[in-house]
């Protein structure tokens, strides 16, 4: 499909939308210009039509790449040109009535082509829509056809099915594993019952060659068989004659399906399997409503049959394995002696034969493939080729990106993956081109991303939905269908970072370049000259002398975002004056930030994110200015301590994250769009900004600091902290984190009505609470992560804390460990999955299990006090766990060898 069309609806959409908030507000009151505004939209909205139109072309040829390039280019121009009237007009805006507002603006209308050139622009504009709509009509695109391309080529997922046992590393386990499942009947009433198994996983990992074998390995169990491989557009008819014709061939003749309707052919696969013991392999589904259309042509029979599934959507494969005692199979990447053993063998025939002076070389390339066979399969076809000399294979390393679309070896690769591309919508293509900012092995935030996607204007709502909650589902969405690895999973099993796979990156670099979307200068590149038109986005990920030279030299006034990851990086930089467009200013871990800021920052009138990072950077300049639509301030891993004075005056601002010794600045209560606060440090605050904290209406994350200092200012910031969150009782506040140094917590203790939206609350303290406070209880319906430290750990806190609906997360820190067995009730913590309990003071521990308690609970961390347990004898009743995944205990000091060999043992029995 075109990937070359989805940075150019990336392009028209923001632009639509911002045409269509100007109608609707001051501005497109003024008839003038309404009438121009509703013009552009008209044009630009054909365009997008045409656009959308070319999505449905596997292969578009060079004159609708070249069209759309010259629309995209025309569509960031148009936006420019919008923002920067928007501003010019805005300075000069008079707030004292309607009236007023159109005098002023007609005057500033009359003389804003003299003074700024605008009108010149704009003409300029009209005249390139023009030309556009000319240039289409010579083409004769619209005489396109929206099909897909007719030349027949071959599948490049057929070499699974034909995969050499020879050529296979890593298989043979989870093959064995899941043919044992396979042949498995059923527990209860689901005994000699139809199952599924869906295999699940990023494409390239060998989801087909594993289901292969295991279809081959027990074939010979069943009546009849099938293996079928979709295409992302099947034809439901199409796949169930191909099962028949299977199926028919086993039984000595092949049935005549030709005139068959689509109910003809699944009435008669029906008939066909409803006696028999059958398994079939559908490959590559891309949709459970694919598999809701096929699945009923397979019945339910009482004879043992299977379906295997495989796909690269994590919802399609718990669709498929919803009904009954299925089983889902995650995919997991090659292990690295596994990867080595494949690449070596198919190059050397063993990893004893590779040279010592390509070892390291070997290592990087490996690292690149990251453990997907596919991968290491076709990079190792293409060195086989190649001389043993490192230099041949460096320049192999260097090129796996382009090598990737141009060499044959390596074009299978990049056909796999693309699939997977090819099959998102336009706006979550846009959105995964965006990771070619990051470098390879970056642990990508979620809320950096978002926000970033966000700035650019990628983002709208949706029935009801926030931006914020919009962009949140198109980062899962791309974990869904593998686009994206998740890291750092939390107990709702949502992630909260993410990375993307080395060769998947490099995918996305080539197409993000082919559109021009984003231009990475980065190690290895010694040019811009294979850049495409003007440079939209910028991600700096090394620079020298002559790649700065080279960027002083081109125009970066287009610029809409800056990316700088390395700390060498600020001193080869044009000056922050040039990029005059940026929405988006990403440093990360670069030394001199201060110096080089200060100068330009004030322009940036369309700036909506800034993260600087780095320790170096102590303080924001006293001049700088932000700019007023700034909506994300990330300071963190900064020394900063103090905000400018002006940062109160930004009421778009949303987020703010600053380092931990940062104060509150007076006035914040006036900053309502205010959603994320980060790293304010109470004790070193004005204890008046401190209590203004509870002005905030729209806050949804709160993460503070309190450095204890014995006084009574220390004390009235206590007052103020408590007195700011009880007026957020009524608020959405979700998360709430507290680190005290050497404090006391104390106060909370009288904190009588949370918000009962509060999902997360998280203490970091010496402070230990004697029992689970009062304001913790079933009020708190919302709860799902709770750390708390308490004194001593009773039956009578868990109870209360049992009560929570919600909660999948407990942590608890205890000061000192019960003296005696702790039994969790077979009631309460309905919904938990994750409980971990800590002793400072070394000792454990004895927390014992009955039938029916925590029944979703899959980890499980505890300290383990061998004295109690002697007394009640080792068992701490974890059969009466069913969901459990994880398990760990540690003695408590003292243990004796032999203390701890009989509560290794009795541990592991259960």
Same mark, same amino acid.
């Given at each position: ?106 005057? =500033? ?50 070499? @699974?099915?034909?995969?050499?046992? @020879? ?26 019952? /139809? ?29 009849? /068989? ?5 295409? =992302? ?16 061939c086993r039984d000595g003749y092949t049935k005549n399906t030709d005139d068959w309707d689509e109910r ?147 074009? /299978? ?51 009801? =939905? ?391 609970l899959e980890i499980l961390k505890l300290p383990f006090t061998v004295s109690v347990a002697k007394k ?22 003292? @243990? ?15």
């Amino acid at each position: 499909m075109a990937h070359v069309v989805s940075a150019s609806l990336g392009a028209l959409g923001p632009l639509l939308l911002k045409l269509t908030g100007l109608l609707t507000s001051e501005y497109g009151r003024l008839k003038g210009v309404r009438s121009e505004i509703m013009s552009l939209r008209c044009e630009l909205s054909s365009m997008h039509a045409a656009a959308n139109k070319y999505t449905m072309l596997e292969d578009p040829d060079v004159q609708v790449k070249a069209w759309m390039s010259i629309v995209r280019e025309l569509a960031y121009d148009i936006e420019d040109c919008i923002d920067k009237f928007i501003h010019r007009l805005g300075n000069g805006v008079c707030h004292s009535g309607f009236k007023e507002f159109l005098r002023k603006t007609a005057q =500033q209308l009359n003389t804003l082509g003299d003074r700024y050139g605008i009108a010149d622009e704009i003409d300029e504009l009209k005249a390139r829509i023009k030309q556009v709509k000319e240039l289409k009509n010579s083409y004769k695109l619209d005489d396109t056809p929206c099909s897909t391309s007719s030349h027949t080529t071959v599948d490049p997922r057929l070499h @699974a099915l034909f995969a050499e046992d @020879a050529h296979l590393v890593g298989v043979d386990g989870p093959r064995d594993f899941l043919s044992k499942w396979m042949l498995e009947e059923g527990n209860g009433t689901t005994k000699h019952h /139809r199952r599924v198994l869906s295999i699940v996983g990023f494409g390239g990992l060998g989801k087909t060659t594993l289901a292969n074998k295991v279809y081959q390995n027990i074939q010979g169990h069943y009546d009849c /068989r099938a293996f079928v491989t979709l295409s =992302q557009k099947p034809d439901k008819q199409k796949i169930i004659k191909d099962v028949i014709s299977q199926v028919s061939c086993r039984d000595g003749y092949t049935k005549n399906t030709d005139d068959w309707d689509e109910r003809k052919s699944m009435a008669q696969l029906r008939g066909m399997l409803q006696d028999k013991r059958y398994i079939v392999v559908i490959d590559d589904i891309w949709s459970a409503a694919e598999w809701d259309a096929i699945k009923y042509a397979f019945p339910e029979n009482s004879c043992s049959s299977r379906i295997i599934v495989t796909t690269r959507i994590v919802d399609v494969a718990r669709s498929c394995c919803l009904d009954g005692d299925n089983f889902m199979y995650e995919m997991k990447a090659l292990s690295d002696v596994h990867s080595r053993r494949l690449f070596f063998k198919r190059i050397f025939g063993s990893e004893d034969c590779c040279p010592d002076v390509l070892k390291e070389v070997s290592n990087e390339i490996l690292k690149k493939c990251g453990g997907m066979p596919l991968a290491i399969i076709s990079t190792s076809g293409l060195l086989a080729n190649k001389p043993a000399i490192k230099e041949e294979w460096e320049k192999v390393k260097r090129s796996i990106g382009f090598a990737l679309e141009k060499n044959q070896s390596l074009e /299978r690769v990049s056909i796999i993956l693309s699939l997977s591309y090819d099959d998102l919508p336009p706006n979550l293509k846009t959105c995964l081109l965006y990771l070619s900012a990051f470098p390879e092995d970056c642990v990508i935030e979620r809320e950096r991303l978002v926000w970033r996607w966000i700035a650019e204007g990628f983002i709208s709502e949706e029935r009801g =939905q926030s931006q914020q909650e919009v962009a949140e589902n198109y980062f899962y969405e791309l974990i869904n269908k593998s686009m994206l690895q998740p890291v750092d999973i939390g107990c709702d099993g949502k992630a909260r970072a993410c990375r993307v796979h080395d060769m998947m990156l490099e995918i996305i670099i080539s197409k993000s370049s082919e559109d021009n979307f984003f231009t990475v200068v980065g190690i290895g590149q010694t040019s811009l000259a294979n850049r495409h038109g003007t440079i939209r986005r910028l991600s700096v990920q090394h620079i020298d002398h002559e790649l700065a030279s080279a960027l002083s030299c081109v125009d970066l006034s287009h610029v809409r975002s800056l990316t700088v990851k390395t700390s060498d990086c600020i001193k080869h930089l044009p000056c922050l004056l040039k990029f005059k467009a940026l929405r988006v200013v990403d440093f990360a871990d670069c030394e001199g930030l201060e110096e080089y800021i200060i100068n330009g920052m004030e322009k940036l009138f369309q700036l909506k994110y800034l993260r600087l990072r780095g320790r170096s950077l102590s303080k924001l300049p006293s001049r700088i200015v932000l700019p007023d639509g700034l909506e994300t301030l990330d300071l963190r891993d900064t020394s900063v301590n103090e905000l400018p004075v002006g940062i109160i005056k930004l009421m778009k601002l949303r987020h703010v994250l600053v380092a931990g010794e940062t104060k509150i600045p007076n006035g914040i209560g006036g900053m309502r769009n205010l959603r994320v606060i980060s790293g304010f440090n109470i004790t070193r605050s004005p204890a008046d900004a401190v209590e203004d904290l509870g002005n905030l209406a729209s806050l949804d994350e709160l993460n503070v600091c309190l450095n204890h200092v014995e006084s009574d200012e220390y004390k009235r910031h206590e007052v103020m902290l408590l007195s700011s969150l009880s007026k957020l009782v009524n608020c959405k506040l979700r998360s709430l984190e507290i680190i005290s140094a050497n404090g006391s917590l104390e106060f909370l203790s009288s904190w009588s009505h949370p918000p009962s939206a509060l999902q997360i609350f998280s203490m970091s303290s010496d402070y230990y609470f004697p029992v689970v406070p009062k304001w913790i209880g079933r009020t708190l319906t919302s709860l799902v992560s709770l750390e708390i430290n308490l004194t001593d750990l009773t039956e009578e806190g868990l109870c209360i804390l049992g009560e929570l609906p919600a909660l999948l997360r407990l942590k608890l820190s205890l000061k000192t460990g019960p003296k005696d067995k702790v039994t969790v009730k077979g009631i309460g913590f309905p919904s938990l999955k994750e409980f971990s309990i800590f002793c400072t003071d070394g000792e454990g521990a004895y927390v014992t299990f009955v039938k029916g308690a925590m029944p979703k609970l899959e980890i499980l961390k505890l300290p383990f006090t061998v004295s109690v347990a002697k007394k009640h004898g080792f068992s701490l009743g974890i059969e009466h766990l069913p969901c459990l995944k994880h398990a760990a205990a540690w003695l408590n000091k003292g @243990a004796t060898r032999s203390e701890s060999q009989a509560e290794a043992t009795a541990f592991m029995k259960e």
